[in-house]
């Protein structure tokens, strides 16, 4: 679910850069800064969000070399755009709340300690500057630790079993298989170490007898004498090291293919399930061995456990449900906001010389 809490993860980091102090009295009318039925949100859960939506503006800027504030952003001033995305931002939290009572959810203790444990991770190094700027802990836990359990539940039970929008197991399989390749692979590198512990290139001789050893590892796994960990064992045994190279992946090459070399990827992608290669790619200067494991099989996998099940409908869905809640909370009509409290808020507070990049940055990074 990680994907669905990364906009709201960004105000933290936002409130660790503040770097104007605030002036003016701490009045008991601007103590708050929304109230729906009995329940009164804190000033600091605006100052909050209100952190969080610079951070999401300085993302969605044309020009990253200039101010966010001297742009626009979907057709609004740049500094409208940021307090109306903390005044949704609180909508989105009571909209939370009220799906979170309809669908007769509670909090067990465990997400209570999931909850405190949020709070108190980024309290233990954000503390003081939260204060500073009036953003007390229990706003920090309404605004945000709470908020994320809660949205998570609504979530589990509306896409999960027996929910609104119940994703069939037949529906995650098409996904899955559609999207992820399933692949082991171990390495060995053109250098050696030597007894000095620095890093020198193989010889020729070196390279070609070990160029022998992995393809002769390949044949192995493909023959089923040895599987791929026990063959990336024995090769780190034989050259005495105490790192091994193996992995065992579950990939969206299409998303994340960029993290491998794209040799790697391309005979990956060329390859049957149940396949094994030796591969030798001079421009990451290494062997390697892969297979290509049977993707229907990992999917029965992730199909039994609900936690791995959840996480892949999270991928299909989180998009849809973002969308959703966000255009249901926008339709609350029974929110009072405190308006002389909000308004004393001026996003440019958030602001420092190191949000800007350069216009040559900025101009590759929009390429």
Same mark, same amino acid.
């Given at each position: 679910?990680?994907?669905?809490?990364?906009?709201?993860?960004?105000?933290?980091?936002?409130c660790?850069?503040?770097?104007?102090?605030?002036?003016?009295?701490?009045?008991?009318?601007?103590?708050?800064?929304? =109230?729906?039925?009995?329940?009164?949100?804190?000033?600091?859960?605006?100052i909050?969000?209100?952190?969080?939506?610079?951070?999401?503006?300085?993302?969605?800027?044309?020009?990253?070399?200039?101010?966010?504030f001297d742009?626009?952003?979907?057709?609004?001033?740049?500094?409208?755009?940021?307090?109306?995305?903390?005044?949704?931002?609180?909508q989105?939290?009571?909209?939370?709340?009220?799906? !979170?009572?309809?669908?007769?959810?509670?909090?067990?203790?465990?997400?209570?300690?999931?909850?405190?444990?949020?709070?108190?991770?980024?309290?233990?190094?954000?503390?003081?500057?939260?204060?500073?700027?009036?953003?007390?802990?229990?706003?920090?836990?309404?605004?945000?630790?709470?908020?994320?359990?809660?949205?998570?539940?609504?979530?589990?039970a509306?896409?999960?079993?027996?929910?609104?929008?119940?994703?069939?197991?037949?529906?995650?399989?098409?996904?899955?298989?559609?999207?992820?390749?399933?692949?082991?692979?171990?390495?060995c590198s053109?250098?050696?170490?030597?007894?000095?512990?620095?890093?020198?290139?193989?010889?020729?001789?070196?390279?070609?007898?070990?160029?022998?050893?992995?393809?002769?590892?390949?044949?192995?796994?493909?023959?089923?004498?040895?599987?791929?960990?026990k063959?990336?064992?024995?090769?780190? =045994?034989?050259?005495?090291?105490?790192?091994?190279?193996?992995?065992?992946?579950?990939?969206?090459?299409?998303?994340?293919?960029?993290?491998?070399?794209?040799? !790697?990827v391309?005979?990956?992608?060329?390859?049957?399930?149940?396949?094994?290669?030796?591969?030798?790619?001079?421009d990451?200067?290494?062997?390697?061995?892969?297979?290509?494991?049977?993707?229907?099989?990992?999917?029965?996998?992730?199909?039994?456990?609900?936690?791995?099940?959840?996480?892949?409908?999270a991928?299909?869905?989180?998009?849809?449900?973002?969308?959703?809640?966000?255009?249901?909370?926008?339709?609350?009509?029974d929110?009072?906001?405190?308006?002389?409290?909000?308004n004393s808020?001026?996003?440019?507070?958030?602001?420092?010389?190191?949000?800007?990049?350069?216009?040559?940055?900025?101009?590759?990074?929009?390429?």
């Amino acid at each position: 679910m990680k994907s669905i809490v990364k906009k709201l993860a960004a105000g933290v980091t936002a409130c660790l850069c503040l770097v104007s102090a605030l002036t003016g009295c701490y009045s008991e009318d601007k103590a708050w800064s929304a =109230k729906r039925g009995d329940d009164t949100a804190a000033i600091g859960v605006y100052i909050y969000y209100l952190s969080s939506a610079y951070s999401e503006a300085l993302g969605k800027v044309e020009d990253a070399s200039k101010p966010v504030f001297d742009q626009e952003i979907d057709g609004k001033d740049g500094t409208q755009w940021i307090k109306d995305r903390a005044k949704e931002s609180i909508q989105l939290m009571y909209y939370v709340d009220q799906r !979170f009572e309809d669908l007769g959810l509670s909090l067990s203790d465990d997400d209570q300690n999931q909850i405190s444990s949020l709070t108190s991770n980024v309290w233990s190094y954000s503390s003081s500057q939260m204060n500073q700027y009036g953003i007390a802990k229990t706003s920090l836990e309404k605004a945000y630790s709470e908020f994320i359990v809660k949205y998570q539940k609504v979530f589990q039970a509306m896409y999960g079993k027996g929910g609104e929008k119940e994703v069939s197991d037949d529906d995650i399989r098409t996904f899955y298989e559609d999207t992820y390749t399933n692949f082991e692979y171990f390495t060995c590198s053109y250098t050696k170490t030597d007894e000095d512990g620095k890093s020198q290139d193989m010889t020729d001789d070196e390279k070609a007898k070990a160029k022998t050893e992995f393809e002769a590892y390949a044949t192995k796994v493909q023959d089923g004498d040895l599987t791929m960990k026990k063959a990336a064992e024995e090769y780190q =045994k034989s050259i005495d090291s105490d790192t091994s190279t193996y992995q065992s992946q579950t990939v969206d090459l299409e998303t994340n293919g960029s993290y491998y070399p794209d040799e !790697f990827v391309e005979k990956l992608k060329s390859m049957k399930e149940g396949e094994v290669a030796y591969v030798d790619l001079p421009d990451s200067n290494k062997f390697y061995v892969i297979q290509k494991n049977s993707i229907s099989k990992k999917c029965d996998e992730v199909l039994a456990d609900d936690s791995q099940r959840l996480n892949v409908i999270a991928t299909m869905k989180n998009e849809e449900y973002s969308n959703d809640m966000e255009e249901a909370a926008k339709k609350l009509d029974d929110i009072t906001f405190n308006d002389s409290a909000i308004n004393s808020y001026d996003p440019k507070m958030f602001y420092k010389d190191s949000d800007l990049v350069s216009s040559e940055s900025s101009s590759t990074a929009s390429e």
